[in-house]
């Protein structure tokens, strides 16, 4: 499986930005997906993640309200969206993937990682 993530760039603070991750390859329906960040100087952080059975979603504490994860299957893409953003949610983002994973906010083994995306978001 092969993940790209896409959709970061430049936005104000409170903007919104929608990102991206497809994935390649026939399963993407039995991987359980998040979301982790990484700003300069500071460890990965998770930030939301989506269960490949159920559907059920999870997020870190911070992005509550603010962030939403979906999936679509048919398409092989996981998407966050993002409102109501703040210059401390300047970071790369990183899909990835765990194949019947539980949903766990940790990035230890996951199976795979895409490249991320840069999300910079001015005051």
């Known amino acids: 499986v092969q993940l790209q993530a896409s959709g970061g760039g430049l936005v104000q603070a409170g903007g919104s930005l929608r990102l ?4 390649s390859g026939r399963t993407f329906s ?3 997906m998040s979301w982790f ?5 500071k460890e ?3 930030v939301a993640a989506i269960s490949w059975n159920s559907g059920t979603t999870y997020y870190a504490e ?3 309200g603010r962030f939403t ?3 679509d299957v048919a398409k092989n893409t996981v998407y966050l969206q993002m409102n109501s953003l703040k210059p401390e949610d300047t970071a790369t983002y ?3 993937a ?3 994973g539980s949903i766990r906010p940790i990035s230890g083994g996951m199976d795979y990682w895409g490249k991320g995306t840069q999300v910079t978001v001015s005051s």
């Open 30 to 32: 039995t991987y359980t």
């Open 37 to 41: 960040r990484q700003a300069p100087g």
């Open 44 to 46: 990965r952080e998770f």
């Open 69 to 71: 994860i979906s999936r």
């Open 20 to 23: 991206s991750c497809a994935a």
């Open 94 to 96: 990183y899909c990835a």
């Open 62 to 64: 911070s992005m509550k």
């Open 98 to 100: 765990e194949r019947y």
